[in-house]
């Protein structure tokens, strides 16, 4: 059973950073792209980043692009991200995912980006 589990969200002010992660088990993390996905208040899930399985290869929207740093670390079976100079409308709940609909992603950790 797939188990994915985000941590660090929060509210933070605008130019501020968050670091997030993600814990996961019960699937072969290493053999698996992974993905980072964003829902904002009444919006739709919007793909936000992802890494390929041995970390040497990243992506992201153009929304985020030079913000925010994707990573992973396969011996603890985790994902990360950096956000970096966070603006409000990069306030939503932050999943992570297996596949980049986010057809199979954890319960999210909401960031907030407010003054």
């Known amino acids: 059973q797939v188990q994915l589990v985000e941590s660090g969200g929060g509210l933070v002010q605008p130019g501020g950073s968050l670091r997030l992660s993600c814990a996961t088990a019960g699937f072969a993390f290493r053999n698996f792209r992974m993905y980072w996905v964003r829902q904002a208040p009444g919006k739709g899930i919007e793909w936000v980043s992802n890494?390929?399985?041995?970390?040497?290869?990243?992506f992201y929207a153009e929304s985020v692009k030079g913000r925010f740093v994707i990573s992973r670390d396969n011996a603890r079976n985790e994902l990360y991200l950096q956000m970096n100079r966070l603006k409000p409308e990069d306030t939503a709940v932050y999943h992570c995912a297996i596949d980049p609909r986010g057809d199979v992603r954890g319960q999210g950790t909401q960031v907030t980006v407010a003054s």
């Open positions: 890494i390929t399985i041995d970390g040497t290869t990243t």
